[in-house]
Nanobody, 119 residues
Framework: QVQLVESGGGLVQAGGSLRLSCAAS????????RAWFRQAPGKEREFVAG?????VYADSVKGRFTISRDNAKNTVYLQMNSLKPEDTALYYC???????????????WGQGTQVTVSS
């Protein structure tokens, strides 16, 4: 089992920045891939960024968001710059044994942290 706890969400104006954190505990080595997904009201959960040995990004956030990890702290970060109102969503951290952009491939999920971008 892997437990994931997200933090860092909030309300920000368009063009602003936020940094999300995802702290992991438990059998973290069994699920080394970390990813961020987001889900807006009435929409499907969508891939934002993932990291194992390298980082992968959705086209919609490429150049604005940066995913990173601190293995000593078992924590993954999502630095979000130049935020847009369309980035508003509940952001989830997820863990998996192998990389995928499909949320069904992820075994462990955090509770989510809300990001709201005002125009």
């Amino acid at each position: 089992q892997v437990q994931l706890v997200e933090s860092g969400g909030g309300l920000v104006q368009a063009g602003g920045s936020l940094r999300l954190s995802c702290a992991a505990s438990g059998r973290t080595l069994s699920s080394p891939v970390r990813a961020w997904f987001r889900q807006a009201p009435g929409k499907e959960r969508e891939f934002v960024a993932g990291i194992n040995w390298s980082a992968v990004y959705a086209d919609s956030v490429k150049g604005r968001f940066t995913i990173s990890r601190d293995n000593a702290k078992n924590t993954v970060y999502l630095q979000m710059n130049s935020l847009k109102p369309e980035d508003t969503a509940l952001y989830y951290c997820a863990a998996s044994r192998t990389y995928s952009s499909d949320p069904v491939r992820y075994d462990y999920w955090g509770q989510g942290t809300q990001v709201t971008v005002s125009s």
